[in-house]
């Protein structure tokens, strides 16, 4: 299965110029594209549907529901474009992949332009079918600070990133790859659960700019980009430089090891 990123990795790199019109790029671009705007598509819209019903999504069953649509959401999206891409449907998590060297720059900013246009066209065609209802964005509740929301957003993108490089990247992930899209889904689910009443649980910066812009609201926008790109690098290079060595020098101990009778 292809993750859309170099399976020796471990080196920060520019790439080459021509990696910039290769046609690997230009689908894997294509790929991000459609994967984010399926996702936008579908989280955005449980809130917008939400409102339609109850118009107040501030409830416990708002969340839940907000939380199942998103797991759904980031697991399909994931689903479709893992084999070409990565699946990383996150300009967060492209950019831990390239702190950890799993990606080169040229190709992450083709990620970034894609994801960022995938968000803004999902979003407009959800406001186009609902007859023109403005999306609400993401906002801070009260009582929740600025940097409160950025430490937060950091630490619930950590484990997004975590699981996204568990799962999907690190090369021992062995059979556990096969349910990648499930865990990373279900852990933007559970996050979502958890930091959606204080700050809307953005963890994605494209995820909170389509309807951001459609929707022309900008209050806090900042948070949702330095807290997710904080704690999906830090996650990149934990895992990346002392997760996997130790993993690799352990494999590499047992190898050496002389057999125990029984395993003649």
């Known amino acids: 299965m292809s993750t859309g990123v170099r399976p020796a990795g471990r080196r920060f790199t520019v790439g080459r110029s021509e990696d910039a019109t290769h046609p690997d790029t230009i689908r894997a671009a294509i790929s991000e594209f459609l994967a984010t705007a399926i996702f936008v598509f579908a989280a955005e819209g449980s809130v917008l549907s939400l ?6 999504t501030s409830t416990a069953g708002g969340l839940v529901t907000v939380a199942l649509a998103h797991a759904l959401a980031l697991a399909a999206a994931v689903s479709v474009a893992v084999n070409i891409s990565g699946g990383h449907v996150n300009p967060a998590i492209t950019f831990g992949a390239l702190i950890g060297g799993r990606i080169s720059l040229i190709r992450a900013v083709f990620y970034w332009v894609a994801q960022l246009l995938g968000a803004i066209a999902a979003t407009l065609l959800l406001r186009l079918a609902t007859g023109g209802m403005r999306p609400p964005g993401f906002a801070l509740a009260s009582g929740v600070g600025d940097w409160h929301a950025v430490l937060l957003e950091a630490a619930m ?3 997004l990133m975590y699981a996204y490089y568990a799962t999907v990247i690190d090369p021992k992930r062995g059979s556990v790859g096969t349910i990648a899209p499930l865990a990373v889904g279900f852990m933007l689910g559970a996050n979502v659960l958890a930091g959606g009443a204080f700050d809307g649980a953005g963890m994605n910066p494209a995820r909170v700019f389509g309807p951001a812009l459609v929707g022309w609201r900008w209050r806090h926008h900042w ?5 997710p790109f904080l704690g999906a690098g830090l996650a990149g290079i934990v895992y990346e430089y002392l997760v996997i060595p130790s993993a690799e020098a352990a494999a590499t101990h047992a190898h050496h090891q002389p057999l125990a009778p029984e395993d003649y």
Do not use: S
């Open 51 to 56: 409102g339609k019903m109850y118009h107040d």
């Open 223 to 227: 948070v949702y980009w330095l807290g």
């Open 157 to 159: 993108t950590f484990g």
